[in-house]
């Protein structure tokens, strides 16, 4: 949040500026201790995945291995097994690569690894078969729609039902696990059959195993299309026999190796949850904070999972061979590091060979400066007052657009592990909570929240929140008590030229000199009439669709304004709401409107009172983390510089000078380091346990780590 007030230039600017550290800076003394006794939770992992064409079988090892050390990684990603089998299968239907000959490439590479201290993951591939395989064992194979099976590229995608998911994969992880001293097993596209990588798609699998198990299930018949009978119980059946394969493949290996690092894109009996961050051919516009999301929502929801969200290095699925945007990689690649996760970059080939290297420079240097500075990425955690509440779509990006662009430090919570004691804090430690349009709630959830506003917290909530059970059936009701409206409301559709008329009361209750220029505020977005409880407060007036068209019929009257109102704070017990009943984040993640971010802020600064506990001048441009050791040993801000984005083009940040940073350390401090720069601060030390800093200057990205007492 930005500062009321920072000091004025002259001597006190002179007493904050930064000096050379003449000596290099020592983390010898710093014991960042353990988060779990695990070396791979919350740990510095530094992560290069080679997803190795067939081709390359007999490619030379020692040159494999030095591109890996002279990237600083620690561990290596590796396809073992599966759709082809790196290594000296013994077992009839696992193909194995003929470019390996008779060497033995997984055994090999794993004995050169850990000699030189690096651990190895084996990846595993159960999706796709060798055709050589498929001719053999058809009831393996998925059916599509038209009853023929999926190829591409000469590969036959399986079905989880059939056996050789339910069976064959556990020989296979059985052979390899019996045979090598791998460190960690990952699991790639596990589960139902989606779109080949063309994109065509052959529907609901039809196989013979599919109808049995789902008549099993249901009793029902199954379906071939999304419009179909039964197309609800199907997805059900989906998620529940993909859970029950998860469970028998994660038990089975435990069995085998208790030791080893289970990596899967769920949370299921694994140790870390895969996500990726990459660009494609069709999405437009990158996500700025695409890696923000996937690192953050697993680090404030599992203290026993870490996430390991997977740089892309590629361009797209159908253009593997080239690098996609080094400045677009660079700041995906920050955003894991200064959010405390680990660091990684997937490459199809190996360093080695890759014919588009722009990116691979960047890549040594960032990595050597994680390795460098290892100890502060181990036992981190931050310490934010606000979590926002994962929800999806437009409304969650908003919300964490308005929230970084603010400089307003947050955990995201996955809505499934609230109240959970897996996660690393209870929802008592948030001052506030923001649910951005999460309508599947279950009702333990409801009671949860609204005891946490009734014990003295704080919500901030927007769109249809509550209104559907959780499995997203409609209850039609607004079911949160400490929202301050009734449970029945009406939905006014989005529709063009809607607005909130904003009265000289409202701006005077919400309290910013932002609001002093406008009486109008656009609101493309569904709407919900509530009726607002006795003793709640509402704002703004629901303006509906007026003439918009010609500019002669441009106008509404004064009798046109409803009393529905587009914002209620509401005292619930110690606690407080505010219910937001559209899409602001939807809205400001569209069109960024100054109105939008103006009724976000009030919310939380002036009817919420949300405190903060650092200030800053900072750019919206600058993505800011604050983390800290849970060893007590030191603290740290990060810095993301942004300024580089400009729509589908990715360019070099500009350089951003003279950043005032404000903040209240968890303990007394004796230090500050710039560490990208490799500037010493000087700070000023304030009666109130504050201390106020100037960073000359912030390039791609900074880290500012406040060494204690």
């Not at 529907?203 to 008549?215: A, L, T």
């Not at 951005?436 to 009671?447: H, T």
């Not at 950043?659 to 700070?683: A, D, M, Q, W, Y």
Request: charged content about 20%; glycine content about 8%; aromatic content about 12%.
């Amino acid at each position: 949040m930005k500062a009321s007030l920072f000091f004025i230039a002259g001597l006190i600017s002179l007493m904050l500026i930064s000096c050379n550290q003449p000596e290099d800076f020592s983390l010898s003394s710093i014991d960042p201790g353990s988060y779990d006794g695990t070396w791979w939770n919350r740990t510095p992992i530094r992560l290069i995945q080679t997803n190795l064409p067939e081709i390359e079988g007999s490619m030379d090892k020692d040159a494999y291995l030095q591109s890996i050390i002279d990237a600083s990684a620690n561990t290596v990603l590796f396809n073992t097994g599966g759709i082809v089998a790196n290594y000296q299968t013994k077992l009839p239907y696992q193909w194995k690569n003929p470019n390996i000959g008779a060497d033995d490439l997984v055994a090999n590479l794993i004995n050169r690894f850990h000699e030189n201290g690096i651990r190895y993951i084996a990846r595993f591939d159960f999706s796709k078969l060798d055709s050589s395989i498929a001719v053999r064992k058809p009831e393996w194979l998925f059916v599509g729609t038209d009853g023929k099976p999926q190829v591409f590229n000469g590969l036959y995608s399986a079905c989880i039902n059939g056996d050789y998911y339910q069976e064959y994969a556990f020989k296979i992880l059985e052979e390899a696990i019996s045979n090598y001293p791998f460190d960690g097993i990952f699991f790639n596209m596990m589960g139902y059959t989606g779109p080949t990588y063309a994109g065509a798609d052959h529907g609901i699998c039809q196989c013979e195993n599919c109808r049995k198990r789902f008549m099993a299930y249901s009793g029902l018949k199954l379906p071939k299309f999304n419009d179909d009978p039964g197309i609800s119980e199907y997805r059900q059946f989906q998620r529940v026999t993909s859970e029950e394969l998860y469970n028998k493949i994660t038990g089975f290996i435990k069995q085998q190796n208790p030791n080893l690092v289970i990596y899967n894109y769920n949370a299921i009996g694994t140790s870390w949850i895969a996500s990726e961050s990459g660009a494609s051919m069709s999405t437009g516009v990158d996500n700025i904070y695409h890696a923000t999301n996937n690192v953050k929502r697993i680090l404030g929801s599992y203290n026993d999972r870490t996430p390991l969200n997977l740089i892309m290095g590629f361009q797209a699925i159908g253009y593997r061979n080239i690098i996609s945007s080094p400045n677009l990689l660079r700041t995906w690649w920050l955003e894991n590091m200064l959010h405390g996760a680990p660091v990684s970059l997937v490459v199809v080939g190996t360093l080695v060979h890759y014919e588009d290297r722009v990116f691979f420079p960047i890549v040594n240097e960032l990595f050597a400066f994680h390795k460098r500075y290892e100890k502060l990425f181990t036992n981190v955690q931050a310490l934010n007052k606000v979590a926002l509440i994962q929800g999806s779509g437009g409304e969650y990006q908003g919300m964490m657009k308005l929230l970084s662009e603010e400089h307003i430090m947050y955990d995201v919570i996955i809505p499934s592990q609230l109240g959970s004691d897996r996660t690393p804090r209870k929802i008592e430690d948030y001052d506030v909570l923001i649910l951005a349009d999460i309508p599947g709630m279950s009702e333990n959830l409801v009671s949860l929240l609204d005891s946490y506003v009734q014990g003295g917290g704080k919500l901030f909530v927007t769109g249809a929140t509550s209104v559907n059970d959780s499995t997203g059936k409609p209850i039609n009701k607004i079911r949160l008590k400490s929202l301050g409206v009734e449970s029945d409301y009406e939905v006014f559709p989005q529709s063009q030229a809607t607005y909130l008329k904003v009265t000289e009361s409202d701006k005077l209750a919400l309290g910013g000199e932002e609001f002093k220029d406008f009486t109008l505020m656009m609101m493309n977005s569904g709407f919900l009439k509530c009726k607002v409880k006795e003793n709640a407060q509402g704002y703004m007036r629901f303006l509906p669709s007026n003439m918009y068209g010609p500019a002669e019929k441009t106008y509404y009257h004064e009798n046109d304004i409803t009393d529905f109102p587009g914002a209620i704070s509401y005292t619930y017990g110690k606690g407080k709401t505010v219910f937001i009943p559209w899409m602001l984040g939807s809205e400001y993640n569209k069109k960024g409107n100054y109105a939008h971010r103006a009724l976000f802020l009030a919310s939380l600064n002036t009817l919420l009172k949300v405190e903060s506990d650092l200030e800053t001048d900072a750019s919206p441009l600058i993505e800011m983390t604050r983390l800290a050791n849970l060893n007590g040993a030191f603290e740290w801000v990060g810095m993301i510089n942004h300024s580089g984005f400009m729509g589908n083009s990715v360019r070099e940040p500009v350089t951003i000078h003279n950043t005032t940073i404000r903040l209240k350390p968890l303990k007394p401090v004796k230090e500050v380091r710039l560490l990208r720069s490799g500037l010493s601060l000087k700070f000023n030390r304030q009666s109130d346990g504050w201390i106020e800093c100037l960073v000359p200057q912030i390039g791609d990205f900074e880290m500012m780590v406040c060494l204690y007492n």
